[in-house]
């Protein structure tokens, strides 16, 4: 039950930490014409991810791509426009193959030297006009084109892109086709295989299937489904797919435009009547606005019908009949296109759009999509999750006194999610810079997890050393199965390191879950931590006094920024030598915040029923009330800059009786004028006396039994910045044998029995008294 608490408990963390990621980019491309009356500034950058620009042509001789010198401009400032309203915006230069009349296309295609120089001037012009990508547009298949060439044709330029990336150091450039819907013409069909394999997306022309210049009978030109003939998009993506072309190399072509037919008579059923020929312009070519202005002057209740059996808008007035793809058309294709898997959509005549209504209903639909999916595993994850916390309550209310343990971690839970609900910087936007580690990943790294590699063990668990295929070096810690600061203190760290930023914090990188591993992983410090160097007899003389006060001075940096600097006040509740890393210059930083609590800036000081924490860092209050507040980092610090400035640990037993803990010891010497018996003899330095006595009234004074008594990160800041200003006298530190009036004896067996201890110094080392 617990471990399956666990899961939930987590699997709820997770959806609150990273919400829908993107699964790959959905194309929301146009083709935009030079001529067309439209300004490339006056599209609208946030409905498109992409823009193409049309058209360039072969040239029938040289083979070579040539822009009209009228557009040449167009093309020139195409990119640096479109840039210039949305950098991310993806452009695309579109060369024209000629449709009916492709005999340039056609001699280019025959012989391989001139489809090398064709691809060349592609691949030079689009670098030129800085394009990302170029498009083939207006392949009609047929039989004056030899497929077989156009498959050279693809894979030689898929071929020439490449090596011209590997050259110039420059992404890829994209290589796309317009390829039209009806899947053979003229029982010719296009070389699919090729096409898959060498281009990145196709655009599918699903439109101008039946044209009132052509036919006799009355039909939409670019239905999604038909039940009467084959003439329709789905049968054309249907085809496609069972063949075997990926779905995600689709681009659904969008029509922004429709026809007026001339029908035989004034026919209330419209699709399919008999049919004279184009209405309203010469071809019957229609854009969206203007058929929106013809409908709207036919005055009021003149409205466009929206048949859902083809996805098509028809508007019909007397023997007239438009088909088009109005708001309800594009969503259902849009849609569509989601339900296939496509890559996304494909506008044709940016400029007929009106106010980018069309555009927009695209861009919204794809969006709803998105949520759809979601919808339906969030719902029955969120069920399944309340019931389980719901039976886990239940459950752990017949038996709390065994299993408070869990119940402070479902407390806590709730209490956070509670926090990032109500606080509206919730703590994700602290961790987009946060990576996922694989296991295999971790496992490689760390040589399995070898003892060799091993830094260290934490109350969490093993830390271990690992290096990244790509040579950086990592610290991995890893939740140990037994360890009683568990998933709680793991979601904690996450949340919190992941939203700080500072030189002396060690930086969280990332973390891991694959196969119910806990890990997270830090940035690696090669110098280990200060315990390591305070407490040895050798090593200790590798810190001097300057290398002492560097130290000193980046922990009340990191203090601070953690009290008075970040966006939350942060209590570590943890601090002590282990915790303070170096790195290759010695720098500290601060590390393992599983343990710290968030605290709202304007509490003065928080209630905990758990208390945590390692002996001889943990101030009074906090031992006898479970009372905390930043005071509680300011006496652990203070604890530290004794044992920064001493050596000694503050487990031991000092003075002429060996009576006295180091607070005591330090703070008699102190009353007594003979400080420089406290230091550490390896200090000895006589210019630093000054200072090193500062830095023990500093110390003394955040020791102090009440935390009200204690100063300020600020405060301390600025007393060991600044050596002349004048600083109160330290009153007697907490936990002395000589008891304030007001402390009884009683406390003493308080302390030893709540501290959980969670780390290295144990209980069993207290000082017997
Ligand atoms: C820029 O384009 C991207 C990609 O289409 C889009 O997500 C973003 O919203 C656009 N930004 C603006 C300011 O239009
Ligand atoms: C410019 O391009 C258009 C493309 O439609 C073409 O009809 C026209 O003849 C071209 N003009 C020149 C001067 O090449
Ligand atoms: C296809 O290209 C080959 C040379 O690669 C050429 O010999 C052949 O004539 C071409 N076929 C057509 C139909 O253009
Ligand atoms: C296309 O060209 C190839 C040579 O590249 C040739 O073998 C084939 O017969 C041609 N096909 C047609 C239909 O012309
Ligand atoms: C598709 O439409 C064309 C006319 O554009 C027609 O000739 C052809 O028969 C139609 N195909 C099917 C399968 O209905
Ligand atoms: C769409 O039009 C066809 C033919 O006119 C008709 O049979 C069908 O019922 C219409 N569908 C809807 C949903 O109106």
């Given at each position: ?550 130290i000193i001075e980046g922990i009340t940096q990191g203090l601070l920024y953690l009290q008075e600097y970040s966006n939350f006040t942060i209590i570590h509740r943890d601090l002590k030598a282990s915790n303070v890393l170096l790195d290759d210059e010695m720098n500290p930083k601060i590390s393992d915040f599983g343990l710290a609590r968030i605290f709202r800036k304007d509490d003065i000081e928080a209630n905990t029923n758990r208390i945590v924490g390692t002996y001889g860092y943990v101030p009074p209050e906090y031992v006898r009330k479970g009372i905390y507040s930043t005071k509680y980092d300011i006496y652990s610090f203070g604890v530290l800059l ?128």
């Open positions: 039950m617990a471990s399956e608490g666990k899961i939930a408990c987590f699997f709820v963390f997770f959806l609150c930490l990273r919400p829908s990621s993107e699964e790959r980019t959905w194309v929301k491309s146009a083709y935009v014409y030079d001529g067309s009356d439209i300004r490339l500034s006056a599209i609208d950058s946030s409905l498109f991810s992409t823009l193409i620009c049309a058209f360039a042509y072969i040239d029938s001789s040289t083979h070579q791509l040539y822009v009209n010198s009228s557009t040449e401009y167009f093309f020139h400032t195409f990119t640096d426009s479109v840039k210039f309203e949305n950098s991310s915006i993806t452009t695309l230069l579109s060369v024209w193959a000629g449709r009916e009349d492709p005999s340039a296309f056609v001699s280019m295609l025959g012989e391989s030297s001139s489809r090398r120089s064709f691809i060349e001037s592609t691949i030079e012009k689009a670098r030129l006009y800085g394009f990302s990508g170029v498009d083939l547009c207006g392949v009609l298949p047929s039989r004056s084109i030899n497929m077989t060439n156009l498959s050279a044709l693809l894979r030689e330029w898929r071929d020439g892109v490449d090596a011209e990336s590997r050259k110039s150091g420059k992404p890829q450039l994209l290589l796309v086709m317009a390829v039209y819907c009806q899947p053979i013409f003229n029982s010719v069909s296009y070389p699919l295989d090729s096409i898959q394999r060498n281009l990145d997306w196709v655009h599918l022309i699903a439109y101008d299937y039946h044209l009132p210049t052509r036919e006799r009978f009355a039909l939409p030109h670019a239905a999604l489904f038909d039940p009467a003939s084959q003439n329709n998009t789905d049968f054309c993506i249907t085809w496609l797919l069972t063949r075997g072309f990926p779905a995600r190399k689709l681009v659904l072509g969008l029509p922004y435009h429709g026809y007026a037919w001339q029908l035989e008579d004034s026919s209330p059923d419209a699709i399919g009547h008999p049919a004279v020929g184009p209405a309203v312009t010469a071809d019957g070519s229609f854009g969206y606005s203007s058929i929106k202005l013809y409908i709207r002057d036919f005055g009021y209740g003149a409205t466009s019908v929206y048949n859902s059996t083809y996805a098509v808008n028809l508007f019909r007035k007397g023997s007239v009949w438009i088909n088009f793809d109005d708001v309800e058309a594009i969503r259902a294709k849009v849609t569509y296109a989601k339900e296939k898997g496509l890559l996304g959509y494909n506008v044709f005549q940016i400029n007929n759009d009106k106010n980018w209504v069309l555009s927009r209903t695209a861009q919204e639909a794809s969006e709803d999509q998105q949520h759809r999916r979601w919808f339906w595993p969030v719902l029955l994850i969120s069920i399944a999750i309340v019931l389980l916390i719901f039976g886990l309550i239940c459950y752990l209310q017949r038996r709390t006194l065994k299993s408070k343990g869990i119940l402070g971690v479902m407390k806590g839970f709730s209490s956070r999610l509670k926090t990032m609900v109500c606080k509206g910087e919730s703590l994700e936007s602290g961790t987009p810079n946060l990576q996922t580690f694989g296991y295999v990943t971790l496992k490689a790294a760390t040589d399995d997890f070898s003892s060799e590699n091993k830094l260290g063990e934490g109350g969490f668990g093993p830390v271990y050393k690992g290096k990244l295929p790509k040579g950086q070096y990592i610290a991995v810690k890893r939740l140990s199965k037994t360890s009683n600061q568990g998933l709680e203190e793991f979601k904690n760290e996450v949340m919190l390191t992941a939203s700080l930023q500072h030189v002396n914090l060690v930086r969280l990188l990332g973390f891991c879950t694959d196969r119910e591993e806990l890990m997270l992983i830090y940035e690696y410090m090669p110098n280990k931590s200060l315990d390591l160097y305070l407490f040895d007899p050798i090593r200790k003389y590798l810190l001097d006094w300057v290398k002492c006060v560097h004794l044992q920064i400035i001493s050596g000694k640990k503050n487990s031991c037993c000092y003075g002429l009786n060996e009576n006295l803990n180091l607070l005591e010891y330090a703070y008699e010497l102190w009353k007594d004028d003979k400080c420089m018996q406290f230091m550490d003899p390896s200090l000895d330095d006589s210019s630093s006396s000054c200072k090193l006595m500062r830095c023990m009234q500093v110390a003394l004074l955040c020791v102090q039994a009440k935390p009200g008594d204690r100063p300020s990160m600020l405060e301390v800041s600025s007393m060991l910045k600044n050596e002349s200003s004048a600083v109160n006298s330290p009153k007697k530190p907490a936990f002395s044998i000589n008891k304030d009036e007001d402390e009884d004896e009683d406390d003493k067996c308080l302390i030893k029995e709540a501290i959980h201890s969670v780390n290295d110094a144990s209980i069993s080392e207290l000082c017997p008294r």
